[in-house]
């Protein structure tokens, strides 16, 4: 028979375990409560409400920011949308984006075919998100991006292309292009909240051969023309430069001739007043001065009669002066111009004279006598 001590303490442990079973399981339901009744919304998202019953059922206009949600999982639902920067690539190129051909065709104005890998980064407007989740039913954005985005690119690339010529947009205007492009979608997208960060061609565009070699071509001749336009220039510029030299060359030259022909002339001018002022200043006295003061007192040897060599020439003749002479040897001495002057000052005396007579005593008429 067992001992009666025994009993009470086996009672007293299977209870203390059923409280702490009790207290685990309310602790497991209180876990699984509160995870199937909150989330957490992360940077870089926003979270949308969605009611399932009651009159206020459908998506909550307002957006759940950052932090821990509670909701009721029985009426709600919670879906996580990204407001972070998305980018897609469409390509060609198997190795990028999806293993299949996911570029874009347009046509251009003259309905040339164009091949282009473009690439998109956008986000989602955080306030429009519950519109945009309303309007698509869907929280992955590369999903919708590869669906509704691209048949917009694709349909904005058609409708600014074909405004503008093949090459153009082969060429210098590929830039002008993409941004029309990017203007359209960004009026077309805005309003269900994406927002267009960039939009770029990557890589060359892709036209058939035969209007990718015309294009080539005709820019080929185009570079030859200006580099001939160039050369042409240069040219013109250089035979300018060359004409201006000789210019200068020659008005140097006839700078240099006009000085030297000046300065003979005026040496010209100095010899010949110097002999024009020697010959009027030469008189028989003088020659016969002169002759006698450098003859040494002896007679010559051959003599012809005994007469005295220097007496024997006719010196009065070498000291008459013609009048063309005279004339102009006053012009070179300043004579005729002194003589001018003062022929002009005697002239404006007679002048003056005539003009204003000298006043005479004149003898009053006596008064009349009364």
């Not at 989330?39 to 979270?47: N, S, Y």
């Not at 059922?57 to 009426?75: A, E, S």
């Not at 002759?291 to 003749?317: H, I």
Request: aromatic letters at 6%.
């Amino acid at each position: 028979m067992a001992s009666p001590v025994y009993k009470p303490q086996i009672s007293g442990v299977s209870a203390l375990a059923k409280r702490l079973v009790m207290a685990v399981a309310l602790i497991i339901a209180a876990m699984v409560a509160f995870s199937s009744c909150s989330a957490r919304v992360d940077a870089g998202h926003v979270g949308i409400r969605v009611k399932l019953a009651g009159s206020s059922r459908g998506v909550d206009d307002i957006p759940v920011v950052t932090g821990w949600v509670f909701y009721n999982p029985l009426t709600e639902q919670l879906f996580m949308f990204p407001t972070s920067v998305q980018n897609v690539v469409w390509t060609k190129d198997a190795h990028e984006g999806n293993t299949h051909d996911e570029s874009i065709t347009f046509s251009s104005l003259e309905g040339v075919n164009i091949n282009a890998d473009i690439g998109l980064s956008f986000h989602i407007e955080p306030a429009l998100a519950p519109h945009l989740y309303l309007r698509f039913r869907k929280t992955d954005l590369i999903e919708l991006s590869n669906g509704y985005v691209r048949s917009a690119v694709r349909e904005a690339f058609s409708l600014e292309a074909s405004q503008m010529p093949v090459q153009n947009i082969y060429g210098s205007e590929k830039g002008k292009l993409v941004l029309a492009v990017t203007k359209r979608l960004s009026d077309l997208l805005g309003k269900d909240g994406f927002i267009i960060d960039q939009l770029t061609i990557n890589g060359a565009l892709r036209l058939p051969d035969n209007v990718a070699t015309a294009i080539n071509r005709a820019m080929e001749a185009t570079q030859l023309s200006i580099q001939a336009e160039n050369r042409v220039r240069q040219v013109k510029a250089e035979a300018e430069q060359a004409i201006t030299q000789a210019e200068g060359g020659a008005s140097a030259a006839r700078a240099r001739a006009k000085g030297e022909a000046d300065a003979r002339l005026i040496t010209a001018r100095a010899e010949a007043k110097a002999n024009l002022i020697l010959r009027a200043s030469t008189s028989p006295n003088v020659l016969q001065y002169r002759a006698l003061e450098r003859w040494n007192g002896k007679l010559p040897v051959m003599n012809g009669g005994g007469a005295l060599p220097m007496l024997t020439f006719d010196a009065s003749k070498l000291s008459k002066l013609d009048e063309d002479d005279a004339k102009i040897i006053k012009e070179l001495l300043g004579e005729e111009h002194v003589e001018e002057q003062a022929k002009e000052k005697e002239k404006e005396k007679e002048d003056a004279a005539k003009k204003d007579p000298a006043p005479t005593d004149a003898k009053a008429d006596p008064a009349p006598k009364k």
